[in-house]
């Protein structure tokens, strides 16, 4: 009886420990406060036919809670919500606050860097413009290119109207002479957009070049010297 007794008390000695344990690490989750720095994406509220421009992507959040509610904190968790329908046009400075800060109960925001950042924004607009081929490497020798052909030679693009206002023309991707020497059609061009503001409306993007090219004039025949004939005496 003393052997199960001294057995048992052990047992329920261990129990006991293992009790505490969790209790006090149970207790220090729910009452111990602790902080985390997320870097958490901005998301940008704007008016409708308006577009930022190298709008600020990301901020650092530092959010104090619960040892078990950081824990568990994720950065898609926390979110800066920006709010730009009464902004006028242009370039401006915005000072970001708690209040901008989406993230779960039971968590609070103790700082945020920069808590501060400047916001761009512009009218968008459609314009149509024309397109023209680029070309690289050379024909065969003696061989002329002419003005290519571009099919369609203009396009709707959409983007903010500073960049639109600064482009005169789009640009195909280059397309290379080497080796030709008559005309040839090249389709399904893509466009090159300067900007990735600026985007075609509607798709596809691709048009058809035809290149002419005159061949190199044919060389005439050598002709064999002729022979004068000996004089008779």
């Not at 008390?9 to 006991?16: C, E, F, P, S, V």
């Not at 761009?120 to 002329?144: I, M, Q, Y």
């Not at 008559?182 to 058809?208: C, G, H, K, N, W």
């Amino acid at each position: 009886m003393n052997e199960w007794a001294r057995t048992w008390g052990l047992r329920l000695l261990a129990l006991g420990i293992a009790i505490g344990i969790w209790f006090n690490v149970s207790v220090e989750d729910r009452l111990v406060s602790s902080e985390k720095v997320v870097e958490a994406a901005i998301v940008y509220n704007r008016p409708n036919g308006f577009v930022m421009i190298n709008p600020v992507q990301t901020v650092n959040v530092r959010v104090r809670g619960s040892k078990k509610a950081i824990r568990q904190l994720s950065p898609y968790m926390v979110n800066v919500s920006v709010d730009l329908g009464q902004r006028q046009m242009g370039l401006a400075t915005i000072s970001l606050t708690s209040e901008n800060v989406l993230l779960p109960d039971g968590l609070e925001v103790v700082s945020i860097e920069p808590n501060t950042i400047r916001a761009d924004l512009e009218r968008e607009v459609s314009v149509r413009l024309p397109v023209v081929a680029k070309l690289t490497g050379r024909p065969v020798a003696g061989a002329t290119v002419g003005k290519p052909e571009v099919l369609p030679n203009q396009i709707f693009v959409i983007g903010p109207e500073p960049i639109l206002s600064r482009i005169e023309a789009l640009s195909t991707r280059p397309i290379s002479l080497d080796g030709h020497s008559s005309t040839f059609e090249e389709p399904d061009v893509a466009v090159v957009l300067p900007d990735p503001l600026i985007q075609i409306i509607p798709p596809p993007s691709t048009v058809t070049v035809t290149v002419p090219i005159e061949p190199p004039p044919e060389r005439p025949a050598p002709q064999k010297p002729r022979k004068e004939k000996g004089k008779q005496t």
